[in-house]
């Protein structure tokens, strides 16, 4: 005699949330029934697309000045007259409170739904930085908490209408980058930053492979620390290699976006917290994150249609 067929049970599709809160702040969580993991990233979506360029800035090496690069990016961006918004992703080593001036800035529930962001020089912000009141505490969590992190950062804050959102990823092409990317889905480009040190250099290409593999554009490579500018007699001197990032995204078939000088005061107003584009605007150091923001301004034109020539004040 055959074996008698086992029913075939399908499982009823859960129903959609339309919450404007993650999930891990939401009171009913521990009782829901509703696609969790489908609300995660509607609500990302959801708040992604009242913006127009999302811009990833990263480096498969720490240490390269990333998230100064970021500030001044999203700074001279806003001299232009756009809307500009960082989301601070390196979760154990969050740089951009310190650097905006604002470490002591909470998040605020939007009257919108979910948290408003921090706003620092008329930057939207946000941050773990926000969340912890110890800066000295260690964050040491696994996968799944970085993942309801990114999300909460993402989809959470209630960024509202903005031309740009600036992502500061941490080093690596590991999770956070992955999950950060897999959430946006519609990166407009990744810009690369990297110093003129072959071990830098060596680490930033994997960065550009990687976001090749991801299917997303790379708007271009930064080559930062190059050289040093005397506080006294203000010339350029090669107090590392230079030249390295052109030849790197030559190699690799990117665009150059251009060299950052060191400057002493591009380090003391990181420290003092206000960005450095906006108390040296004609200094060699300030002109070339302007030539930097030109060159992404430029692309984001292309890609996702902003308006060409001068935005209107906001």
């Known amino acids: 005699m055959p074996p008698k067929e086992l029913p075939i049970v399908v499982e009823p599709t859960k129903e959609p949330c339309f919450y404007l809160v993650t ?43 990333k998230s100064s690069v970021t500030t001044n990016l999203a700074a001279c961006l806003k001299l232009k007259g756009y809307r500009v918004g960082i989301a601070d992703i390196d979760i154990h080593g969050p740089n951009i409170p310190k650097m905006f001036g604002c470490e002591k800035g909470r998040f605020k529930q939007d009257p919108g739904g979910g948290m408003a962001p921090v706003q620092a020089h008329n930057i939207a912000l946000a941050s773990m930085g926000f969340l912890i009141d110890d800066p000295d505490l260690a964050i040491v969590w696994r996968d799944a908490y970085k993942y309801e992190f990114i999300n909460q950062l993402l989809g959470g804050v209630n960024w509202g209408a903005l031309d740009f959102l600036l992502v500061d990823l941490p080093p690596g092409t590991g999770n956070e980058s992955i999950t950060t990317m897999d959430f946006i889905g519609d990166v407009t480009g990744a810009v690369i930053v990297t110093t003129p040190q072959d071990v830098a250099l060596l680490d930033s290409r994997k960065s550009v492979t990687f976001v090749k593999d991801s299917e997303f554009q790379v708007i271009g490579i930064v080559e930062n620390m190059s050289g040093w500018t005397c506080e006294h007699c203000g010339q350029l001197s090669s107090l590392f290699k230079t030249g390295g990032g052109e030849r790197a995204a030559k190699d690799l078939g990117v665009p150059f976006l251009g060299r950052i000088p060191m400057d002493p005061e591009l380090m003391a107003s990181c420290d003092r917290g206000l960005p450095y584009v906006l108390s ?18 430029n692309f984001a034109k292309q890609s996702v249609g902003l308006c060409a020539g001068s935005p209107e004040k906001r």
């Open 280 to 297: 040296a605007g004609d200094s060699p150091t300030a002109k070339a994150f302007q030539d930097v923001a030109d060159k992404v301004e």
């Open 23 to 65: 999930c891990g702040l939401c009171d009913e969580q521990e009782t829901c029934q509703k696609d969790q993991d489908g609300h995660a990233h509607w609500l990302v979506k959801k708040r992604m697309d009242s913006i127009g360029a999302k811009i990833l800035v990263m480096s498969n090496k720490g240490g390269v000045g």
